[in-house]
């Protein structure tokens, strides 16, 4: 069964610190896509990244960064020089082949940066 | 384009009562999903549909019904709200060509 655990449930770091969430996911596919969402205080879902099982190679967009390793079935997300604006809730999530179809969900990591 | 629009924004329900909450996309998406999302929990899949008329069921489907008739509009239906209900509503969609899902703004529903 699908699965993905983010076992970080609050995290609090004081501006220009860097941050590392964690999610861990389970799924027996071997055709999958990983994502990460962010979810300000008010309330919509931004999608940031979406990543195949295939494609195992890091990402970097600005301060943002994503560590994906099939071996420990991990896809991490880091902030470099955290700002007050990234306060969020942040959801990774996987989802089968099938495009757009069945989204699991981890429970997010509420990210709070102290100025 | 407005990309995926949720009405209403608010709704409070008494018990018992029943409801629609609209979804609509203007990208010409295939997927569409209903999801909802509770304190500590994540997002629950409740109902999907990969096209027009095809719908079916996610992890959370009981109490709620879906039908898709236009490739635009995908509404959610509480056939009896009862305060397990009340939660924040999220309509997503996809296209076959970029996999992500595109989320509303959302409802936030309270059953009395």
């Known amino acids: 069964a699908q699965k993905v655990t983010q076992a970080q449930t609050e995290i609090s770091v004081v501006e220009k610190e860097d941050v590392t969430l964690d999610c861990v996911y389970e799924?027996?596919?071997?055709?999958?896509?990983l994502f990460w969402y962010k979810q300000p205080p008010s309330g919509e879902l931004v999608f940031l990244i979406r990543r195949n099982s295939f494609d195992e190679q890091n990402e970097i967009s600005g301060r943002y960064s994503w560590n994906f390793q099939k071996s420990t079935s991990s896809f991490n997300f880091t902030i470099t020089a955290s700002q007050v604006v990234d306060s969020a809730v942040y959801f990774c999530?996987?989802?089968?082949?099938?495009?757009?179809?069945?989204?699991?969900f981890g429970t997010g990591t509420s990210l709070t940066v102290i100025p | 384009n407005a990309g995926v629009t949720q009405t209403p924004k608010f709704q409070v329900l008494k018990t018992g009562q029943s409801m629609t909450l609209q979804c609509a996309q203007d990208?010409?998406?295939?997927?569409m999903s209903w999801y909802r999302q509770d304190p500590g929990m994540g997002l629950r899949l409740i109902h999907y549909?990969?096209?027009?008329?095809?719908?079916d069921q996610g992890e959370v489907p009981n109490g709620y019904n879906v039908s898709r008739s236009t490739t635009e509009d995908f509404p959610l239906r509480l056939l009896s709200a009862a305060p397990s209900q009340t939660s924040v509503y999220f309509c997503?969609?996809?296209?076959?060509?970029?996999?992500?899902?595109?989320f509303g703004p959302g409802t936030r529903l309270t059953v009395t």
């Open positions: 549909s990969v096209g027009a008329g095809i719908t």
């Open positions: 999530a996987l989802s089968e082949a099938f495009p757009g179809n069945q989204f699991y």
């Open positions: 997503a969609s996809s296209g076959t060509e970029a996999y992500e899902q595109y």
């Open positions: 799924t027996r596919d071997t055709t999958y896509y």
């Open positions: 990208m010409n998406h295939e997927y």
